[in-house]
């Protein structure tokens, strides 16, 4: 099905069950400890043995040489894989450095070997025995440092419109600051895991990961085999944050490690190399520039961001907001990008945006008390309804300014005193933040099949995958409503690259564009059902098991009754994004408490309000949004990977010295969804929500913490070392 006129009313109008707070349909494996996981996956082929990976313990340099003799001489030892033995490799597409190692090596814990064995703590122990000598190369871990060398990537060129440097200097108000984020790690529940076994020359891997054709096309590529050689399996995943977009050295790793033991071999990435071997979001610099008029009105704006990763690598685009979210005659958005022997960048939690508005937002707030305005006043005011840098291009939907407005008035922003620090709760300072939310509508083609039997029973097969976020259910919802059955009909089965191939999960385009190829396939099931039962599917009506027309009611189990009925399309989606720009927006409101005596900051509340097309289930959307804040809070106060910059590796590398949220820190969080739709977007009229909720969350938490004690702090994290000593007197 082409999606290239906007959406007109179809069957999801009448939301019988699409857009119903809808408990999650998986919830009872996942709470009894019943849904297969990659690593738990014992049924799926027999005598498995266990790989341990050996990473490399320099970021930058060669191997010299390499001793295996000892590890595979220790007992319970199958196999012990390196590049010498591993065959001819090649690296994926979407792979920066290669997933197995030597003599080269790229960064720190890069997978240099995996030893084989019958039990984990033989393959564990069996690994230590491996002797590498290395040769240690100069490398460069400083973004700081590398800043001056940057250059501009390929991909990304200089965007802007008007004259920003004579619109800057001619502005009666100015605003000149620069915002630093350091690394951070997905640092997702379940680790990247994979079982490889071989039958004959065919791979089938049971594995956690977001894009199952990427890492399908990107197995094959890499052990140069055909892509109908590989068969990837991923039901259900523990958590993916944009680092099981891609293939990663435990899936490659097990292959490798399977054909050489001549049986499956499960492999899991113990925690260090979750941080330092696979990716991360890279560190940046941003430079904010803002002139506006006496009256508020922005004139010129300009954003600059510097980043790093590995040659050939890409940068952190914390511009892209920049671009789209205020009006401003004169604009300019500039990436560079440094070379950097830091493990991989790449994408994480919203990339872009996320990082980028804990810049662009605190700026933005900067200048409201420049002009001596209320923040929320301030935004609304250059509010745009068209495409800044492209006027002639409206937005298909934006309502930013409801967001912030309605946001405004349930959290009670007229209570915020403008003047930082001058409210008290005891021994606590309090301050309230505002940010606007921004992320860009992401689609991508998407197909699904659809079967009906003779009990009048929809499954669904597509190899799109749920990796926590509800996309189990949403697809039954859409199946449900599209073939007019209950949702206890439908039976939805994911994450298999046999099934058709699927948006996948990230980016924020997973909901909206899986559940349009499901449209897409139903709408061709719909017309098969017509078909056999001699009805006219345009004028039929799915209602509880029938199909309804002209005064007849014949069931979807009598369409069936001579056989299963099948249908299988995709969603192709043409160039309505060229003629809208298409994007979802939100307002996030935080109140915080800063000790007075330690400086110590404490969430006390959050609010979000989105808009962003139709929300198919609130119950599971929601989820989404709140954990998304409690991410955004913790990239504001906490998460920081620490750079060893004499021997380039992330030094807190592990779950007790990288630091994330936990109940304790997020007291009250409160979402509202707009009523919208977008038929612009997709046959659903929906658009993605989830990244949304994180993508300004830490200038609204910057801005609470200024309102609480009248200090800025431009380089995140905000910790209490970076304010105490410029904390107010204790009266």
């Given at each position: 099905?082409?999606?290239?006129t906007p ?8 939301l019988?069950v ?9 919830g009872?494996l996942k709470?009894?400890?019943?849904a ?8 799926v082929?027999p ?6 990976v ?10 010299v040489?390499?001793d295996t ?8 030892v199958l196999?012990?894989?390196?590049a010498r033995?591993a ?5 994926g597409?979407?792979?920066t450095?290669h ?22 703590e033989q ?8 002797r590498v ?9 400083d973004?700081a ?8 990537p390929?991909?990304?060129?200089d965007?802007?419109?008007?004259d920003?440097d004579?619109?800057f ?5 100015q605003?000149?600051?620069?915002y630093?984020t350091?690394?951070?790690s997905h640092?997702?529940?379940?680790p990247?895991?994979s079982?490889a076994?071989w039958n004959?020359?065919e791979?089938?891997l ?7 054709n990427?890492?399908k096309q ?5 052990l140069?085999?055909?892509a109908?050689?590989?068969r990837?399996d991923?039901?259900?995943?523990g ?8 293939l ?6 097990a292959?490798?490690?399977a054909?050489a033991?001549?049986?499956p ?9 979750m941080?330092n ?9 941003q430079?904010i520039?803002?002139g506006?008029?006496?009256n ?10 510097w980043s790093?990763d ?11 907001q920049?671009?789209?979210?205020y009006?401003?005659a004169n ?7 440094a070379?950097?022997d830091l493990p ?8 872009g945006?996320?990082?980028?508005m804990?810049a662009?937002e ?8 420049k002009l001596?305005m ?10 745009t309804?068209?495409?800044p840098?492209?006027?002639e291009?409206p937005f ?5 300014v409801?967001?912030l407005?309605t946001?405004?008035?349930?959290f ?7 003047k930082?620090?001058?409210?008290r709760?005891?021994?606590w ?12 509508n992401l689609?991508?083609k998407?197909?699904a099949r ?11 097969e597509t190899?799109?995958?749920d ?7 949403i697809?039954?919802q859409?199946?449900?409503e599209m073939?007019?059955v209950?949702?206890?009909r439908?039976v ?6 046999s099934?058709p191939v ?27 059902v ?6 006219d599917?345009a ?7 029938e ?8 069931t979807?189990a009598e369409a ?10 995709s969603?192709?989606?043409g160039?309505?994004?060229k003629?809208?720009?298409?994007a ?7 109140e ?9 900051i404490?969430i006390?509340?959050m609010?979000?309000?989105c808009?962003?097309g139709?929300?198919l289930?609130?119950?599971s ?15 504001a106060?906490?998460?920081?990977l620490a750079?060893d910059?004499?021997?380039?590796f992330?030094v807190n590398?592990d779950l ?9 820190d ?6 509202v ?5 977008d038929?612009?977007s997709?046959?659903m ?6 990244e ?6 830490g200038?609204a938490v910057a801005?609470a913490?200024?309102?609480a004690?009248?200090?800025r ?7 209490l070392?970076?304010?105490?000593a ?6």
């Amino acid at each position: 099905m082409k999606f290239d006129t906007p959406a007109t009313t179809n069957p999801i109008d009448r939301l019988k069950v699409v857009g119903k707070p809808t408990d999650r349909i998986d919830g009872p494996l996942k709470t009894t400890g019943t849904a297969p996981y990659a690593y738990e996956r014992h049924d799926v082929a027999p005598n498995q043995a266990y790989g341990y990976v050996v990473g490399a313990t320099i970021a930058k340099g060669r191997i010299v040489s390499i001793d295996t003799g000892a590890a595979q001489k220790a007992p319970g030892v199958l196999a012990v894989v390196t590049a010498r033995n591993a065959g001819k490799l090649s690296k994926g597409r979407f792979n920066t450095a290669h997933l197995l190692g030597g003599p080269e090596i790229q960064h720190y814990h890069q997978a240099i070997a995996l030893v084989v064995a019958e039990t984990f703590e033989q393959a564990r122990a069996a690994a230590q025995l491996v002797r590498v000598d290395y040769s240690r190369a100069k490398g460069q871990y400083d973004l700081a440092r590398a800043k001056d060398a940057a250059v501009v990537p390929k991909n990304d060129p200089d965007t802007g419109a008007g004259d920003f440097d004579t619109g800057f200097a001619n502005a009666p108000v100015q605003l000149d600051v620069t915002y630093t984020t350091p690394d951070q790690s997905h640092a997702m529940m379940e680790p990247h895991a994979s079982i490889a076994a071989w039958n004959g020359d065919e791979l089938t891997l049971w594995t956690a990961n977001q894009m199952i054709n990427w890492g399908k096309q990107d197995m094959a590529r890499t052990l140069g085999i055909p892509a109908e050689k590989v068969r990837l399996d991923s039901p259900y995943i523990g958590g993916g944050f944009g680092g099981k977009l891609f293939l990663r050295a435990d899936a490659l790793l097990a292959a490798l490690g399977a054909k050489a033991a001549k049986r499956p071999v499960k492999v899991a990435l113990p925690r260090p190399l979750m941080f330092n071997n696979t990716t991360h979001r890279p560190a940046t610099i941003q430079r904010i520039r803002i002139g506006c008029d006496k009256n508020g009105k922005i004139d010129a704006i300009a954003h600059e961001s510097w980043s790093g990763d590995l040659p050939g690598g890409d940068p952190e685009v914390a511009t892209q907001q920049t671009r789209w979210l205020y009006a401003g005659a004169n604009r300019k958005c500039a990436l560079r990008l440094a070379a950097l022997d830091l493990p991989e960048g790449n994408a994480m939690r919203a990339p872009g945006e996320a990082p980028g508005m804990m810049a662009l937002e605190a700026a933005v707030d900067e200048m409201a008390e420049k002009l001596g305005m209320d923040p929320v006043a301030f935004r609304i005011l250059n509010d745009t309804q068209v495409d800044p840098e492209k006027p002639e291009r409206p937005f298909s939907k934006r309502n930013l300014v409801e967001c912030l407005r309605t946001g405004a008035d349930k959290f009670g922003w007229n209570k915020r005193r403008a003047k930082p620090a001058q409210v008290r709760d005891g021994r606590w300072l309090v301050g309230m933040g505002v940010a606007a939310a921004y992320r860009n509508n992401l689609v991508m083609k998407s197909g699904a099949r659809v079967r009906l039997d003779d009990r009048g029973t929809v499954t669904v097969e597509t190899d799109m995958t749920d990796i926590g976020t509800g996309t189990y259910t949403i697809i039954a919802q859409t199946a449900a409503e599209m073939m007019g059955v209950p949702l206890e009909r439908v039976v939805v089965k994911l994450g298999d690259s046999s099934f058709p191939v699927s948006a996948g999960s990230g980016g924020q385009w997973g909901a909206n564009s899986s559940t349009a190829g499901v449209y897409a396939a139903c709408m061709k099931l719909r017309e098969a059902v017509a078909q056999k039962l001699g009805v006219d599917a345009a004028t039929a009506e799915f209602v509880d098991g029938e199909v309804r027309v002209d005064g007849r009611r014949l069931t979807l189990a009598e369409a069936a009754k001579e056989g299963e009925l099948v249908a299988e399309d995709s969603i192709e989606f043409g160039d309505l994004s060229k003629k809208f720009q298409q994007a979802t927006f939100g307002a996030h409101f935080v109140e915080v408490g800063v000790d007075a005596y330690t400086a110590e900051i404490r969430i006390r509340r959050m609010l979000a309000v989105c808009a962003a097309g139709r929300i198919l289930n609130p119950k599971s959307a929601r989820s989404q949004v709140i954990g998304a804040m409690t991410m955004g809070a913790g990239a504001a106060l906490m998460e920081e990977l620490a750079v060893d910059r004499r021997l380039g590796f992330f030094v807190n590398h592990d779950l007790a010295g990288y630091e994330v949220p936990v109940h304790a820190d997020i007291p009250h969080q409160e979402v509202v969804f707009l009523d919208e739709t977008d038929p612009i977007s997709s046959p659903m009229k929906a658009k993605g929500v989830g990244e949304l909720g994180i993508c300004g969350v830490g200038g609204a938490v910057a801005n609470a913490i200024y309102n609480a004690t009248g200090i800025r702090v431009r380089e995140y994290p905000i910790t209490l070392d970076k304010l105490i000593a410029k904390m107010p007197a204790v009266g």
